[in-house]
């Protein structure tokens, strides 16, 4: 693993043999996590009901915790040498708590991925619980009841059932103790009709106060209709209030597996970029060494030309152009021989 550019720096300020101790560590969490990395980026939970792949999600998250929490405990040893000589490696033991803290947010985020996708069943359950009780609250509302929705929430379907035939019932025999006493009045109105021979006006009077209540009725009947209709558009809408809230849900949840995967395909580069680059670094090492190794042969063999000399120049001869030929030409020789070495 590359250190980050904020860790590198700090990690200037000590030795090579503490980074490279830094850097083994950071690349034994790394390692480990990386494989597990790359099979959540390649789970998706489809569904509420997708188990399998949840539990899997489960276990990768633990699988990384206890990398993490394994990866915690050499820091804080190693955090532990060093605050013993905190006076001289104050330095090293800030480049582990920032290192740890690096490796704790990029261990944290594929924690909580993981959760996030481990957990989408009890997402969709409290959805689900939450739109059930809203039907129920519907279902009660056309009681006119005030019940506090604690009484009934968390019941089971059939003593749900049982409850609101308690209510239906209930509600029954409110109107027939209403339609009882209403037929009760009407009895007695008409047998004093009947006793006071029931005068014309008074069977005119009697079938206006029927008409009025049959309007009544009918206007206290269109009133319920029109609630009735109302609460089905208030359940209605909130039926797609929530649908566009899951619809959200996933497209965050596509976008964040997104940008995960683009963070992945530019850690991959510069993976890659780097591994280049330690390849050219390494080739120009090679090729110094190799430099470096014919050194002393080189210097041999400039040392042996230059010890070639035609110098004492004999007398009688020293400005014969024999003997100046002579010597351009060795001179030629040695620049021939001296560039000759160069090349090795």
Known sequence: MVLPKEVEEMAKSVSA???NEVQNVLNKVFTGV???????????????NDKVNMKLCGTIRLGVKQERLAGEKIFDTKRAEVQQQMVSFKTEDSLWLKSKQVMQILTKEIEEN???KEE??????????????????????KFNLEIPRSEFENVSDEMFKSFILGLEAAEKEKQEAAAKVEKERIDKEKAEAEAKAAMVAENKRLKEEAEAKEKQMQAER????????????KAQKEKSAADAKLKAERE????LQSEIRAKAEAEEKAKKDAEIKAALELKEKQLAEAKAAKAPKKQKLND??????????????????????IIEKF??????????IETL
């Open 331 to 340: 001179e030629a020789f040695k620049k021939w021989a001296k560039t000759k």
């Open 222 to 233: 269109a009133k319920a209709e029109a609630e009735r209709k109302a609460m089905e558009l």
């Open 304 to 325: 042996w030309v230059d010890s070639f000399s035609l110098f004492p120049i004999p007398n009688g001869v020293n400005s014969d152009e024999t003997a100046i030929e």
């Open 120 to 141: 989408t069943a009890t997402r969709f359950e409290a959805e689900k619980v939450e739109l059930k009780v809203q039907e129920r609250i519907l279902i009660i509302s």
């Open 114 to 116: 993981a959760r996030w």
């Open 34 to 48: 990386a494989k597990m990395r790359e099979q959540l980026d390649n789970i998706t939970v489809a569904n509420e």
């Open 17 to 19: 043999e503490k980074r």
């Open 252 to 255: 965050a949840n596509e976008k």
